[in-house]
């Protein structure tokens, strides 16, 4: 049974940072790409970052490229995104999910389907 366990959210300041965890069980941690997904209220889904499963190349959206750090640790199947100086608007349901398809753009690529999503962990950015 696949399964992804979000972790590591919570209420922090603007100009703040919060690092997600993602613990994986069930597949094969090394050979899928996985990224991450959030969910504002009364919003769509929208996505994060993601990376391949070798963890050399990584992709951001433009509203968290230069501030969030995609990252994977295969010895212990997680993933994880670091948030740094962090605002109002990142506040949202965060998921890890593992990337069936992507999408290439000029320049670069972004998941456009998932295989599997976590839960979700709350991230709420607010003084």
């Known amino acids: 049974e696949v399964q992804l366990v979000e972790s590591g959210g919570g209420l922090v300041q603007p100009g703040g940072s919060l690092r997600l965890s993602c613990t994986t069980s069930?597949?094969?941690?090394?050979?899928?790409?996985m990224g991450w997904v959030r969910q504002a209220p009364d919003k769509g889904p929208e996505w994060v970052s993601a990376?391949?499963?070798?963890?050399?190349?990584?992709y951001y959206a433009k509203s968290v490229k230069g501030r969030f750090t995609i990252s994977r640790d295969s010895a212990k199947n997680t993933l994880y995104l670091q948030m740094n100086s962090l605002k109002p608007d990142d506040t949202a349901v965060y998921y890890c999910?593992?990337?069936?398809?992507?999408?290439?753009?000029?320049?670069?690529?972004?998941?456009?389907?998932?295989?599997?999503r976590g839960q979700g962990t709350q991230v709420t950015v607010s003084s």
């Open positions: 990376g391949t499963s070798d963890g050399h190349t990584t």
């Open positions: 999910a593992t990337v069936r398809y992507w999408l290439q753009e000029v320049g670069s690529k972004r998941p456009v389907e998932y295989d599997y």
């Open positions: 069930g597949f094969t941690f090394g050979s899928k790409d």
